[in-house]
């Protein structure tokens, strides 16, 4: 039942973005423009430097690594873009109270009215990124490899999901346009590079507060890490799967009990 709902949503908003297909195609083109901006940006920074590595990292696995979080990300913001304005449209305009008339979950129809197929362009190029990256680090792309990056992807991009969900949920106790949710975007980008390079309290936050470098450097540094890393990193990168179950847990406990204290905002 629930895929055929989320079904007919996508078909839903499959038409309505299908009317307006220039603007449609404009906003994957934009998106597309600047991921691939972010992508020369990065190349820029080994150039303009003249380095070819970061630490034990040569550049291709930096890129390598940064192709595999514009993917979980892009999976994130596929479904996720609907919490970014929760409080400012669910909370303070009311429109919860419509959603919970309707017999079908509010945080599915919360998720599946944010759908966005315009990220796919950026899933796309994030993909032909680490194809490339691959090529130039000499790693073989076989069926088990490529079911291994699917599955740590998915699981990088529902942490992703948790956490922004769990930050969501905070409105319904601290009723706010736009909440905490924005700086907390920021901090994604460190989850793009090896967080030994970066000071210990910011690899504690990355690991175990707000876990973003399971969204990038550890299940991509899984797939060609090599003797690059230690045995103990190696146990822990492989965690990323159990990471995104406890997140999601976590999230969906704070949301029900955030739900259960919502009052309607009345008339």
């Known amino acids: 039942m629930l895929v055929r709902i989320a079904w007919l949503y996508f078909i839903q908003y499959l038409k309505v973005k299908l009317s307006y297909r220039w603007d449609f195609l404009s906003a994957m083109l934009a998106d597309l423009v600047g991921a691939a901006a972010q992508l020369a940006f990065l190349v820029g920074i080994f150039a303009g430097v003249g380095v070819d590595r970061i630490g034990v990292w040569p550049k291709e696995a ?91 992807a998915i699981s990088a991009g529902t942490i992703v999901l948790s956490v922004f969900l769990t930050l969501t949920a905070f409105h319904f106790w601290f009723e706010d346009r736009f909440g905490i949710q924005p700086p907390v975007y920021n901090c994604v980008v460190f989850g793009r590079y090896p967080i030994e390079t970066f000071h210990p309290a910011i690899r504690f936050l990355l690991r175990f507060v707000i876990p973003f470098a399971f969204i990038g450097y550890y299940p991509a540094g899984l797939l060609i890490a090599g003797d690059r890393w230690t045995p103990e990193t190696r146990q822990f990168a492989m965690a990323t799967p159990l990471v995104a179950l406890l997140c999601a847990s976590v999230a969906l406990l704070v949301w029900r009990a955030g739900l259960k204290r919502y009052h309607s905002t009345g008339s």
Request: net charge negative; proline share 4%; glycine share 10%.
């Open 62 to 152: 930096i890129v390598f690594i940064f192709g595999f979080s514009m993917v979980s990300w892009s999976l994130y913001e596929t479904v996720g873009t609907g919490l970014y304005r929760f409080g400012d449209l669910y909370i303070i305009e009311g429109r919860l109270d419509q959603l919970l008339l309707r017999p079908v979950a509010p945080l599915t129809q919360i998720l599946m009215n944010g759908f966005n197929i315009s990220c796919l362009p950026d899933i796309l190029l994030g993909s032909a990124v680490m194809s490339w990256s691959a090529d130039r680090l000499g790693f073989v792309w076989g069926v088990p490899e490529i079911l291994a990056a699917a599955g740590l």
